[in-house]
């Protein structure tokens, strides 16, 4: 596959020379400036983008933007209705350039987006079991392939997306065969900064080789699945219940805040910035609950979001410290308000 960037900053997607290939723009993303949560100051194109678009059983994206390059984490949602989500973080289809699977189970891809990444070539990384089992269920996916928009990516190796954006896959537990958890990196930049992210949901346990993955992050997406005790009285079949609890289910609150805990523990002090929550279950489980188990692990400098199935939530925007006017310092201090967010 040959990519290149070009002064004008577009990108190849496909082709082994470039005159068999297809430009894609790459177009900086317009995130609307009151949905924009900054880890920093924003300043420059080679900001990282992080946005979750939706979360839960009924479907999950994430977007994630580093120099232009944008990828989704999931895609289980309509095409349409990803464009609607996408717009709301400030972005487009336009603005999408690969798709990263975390596993196969239904609520992580979609039959109709799969076709849409294959009119506009859009490429789908995804582990070789995947590819088995995508190959036999999707005709969607037989298509992608047979286009050679398909990459596929190993447990533990360096996968590099774009030109300044990496991510190394860590497998998690989960009963949907092989799923994966991943730390996004960025290049380091002029004054030696690097900005990290770490996703991990849909996995029933956690190791210590997660929290070794996992530390010194800016920004940490994770699972908080549900509450113990709602999933217990809830009028779920025994056998959903003893799944969602198994090892290879969902992580509780308490397991998740665990997991934090340990993870703030093996990082940098002040490190982490912020906590994402993801797949938290409209049924058995409340953001106050999660957010409460969260912030016993965390010290209060640490944001805390919950993720939304039905909407998407801001952009948070990790980019470079410059000093700023008391002014702007003041604006910043007194934004209260984040769309999207429980």
Known sequence: MFWEYTDRRRFWVAGDQPESGRFRS???IAIPKQNVYHVQSLESREDMLFSVLASGSSGNA????????????????????????LADAGASWHHVHAVLLTHIHGDHWNERTLRHLCRHGILLFCHAEHQDWLGQESRA??????????????????????QSLRCV?????????????????????????????????????????LVDALANVDVLALEFNHDVDMEMSSRRSPELI?????????????????????????????????LVQLHL?????????????????????????????????????LGRTRKRGKKRRREHRHQACFPGWE
């Not at 860590?170 to 900005?195: K, M, N, Y």
């Not at 279950?281 to 969260?294: D, T, V, W, Y």
């Not at 640490?302 to 939530?313: C, F, N, P, Y």
């Open 26 to 28: 790459l177009d900086p």
């Open 62 to 85: 994430s977007l994630i933007e580093m120099g232009g390059f944008g990828v989704l984490i999931d895609a289980g949602l309509g095409p349409r209705q990803l464009a609607r989500r």
């Open 141 to 162: 996916f037989r298509h992608l392939d047979s286009a050679g928009l398909v990459r596929d990516y190993r447990e533990q190796e360096e996968l590099r997306l774009g």
């Open 169 to 209: 896959p860590v497998p998690i537990r989960h009963d949907g065969g092989v799923t994966c958890g991943f730390r996004f990196e960025s290049e380091v930049d002029f004054f030696g900064q690097r900005w990290s992210l770490g996703y991990a949901t849909d996995l029933g346990c956690w190791e210590e080789r």
């Open 242 to 274: 003893a799944r969602v609890l198994g090892d290879a289910g969902h992580l509780s609150n308490i397991q998740a805040a665990d997991l934090v805990r340990r993870i703030v523990g093996c990082s940098e002090p002040g490190r982490l910035r912020h």
């Open 281 to 317: 279950s409209r049924e058995c489980n409340r953001p106050a609950l999660a957010r409460a188990a969260a912030r016993e692990a965390l010290s209060d400098d640490v944001k805390i979001h919950s993720a939304r199935q039905d909407r998407s939530g801001p952009c948070l925007a």
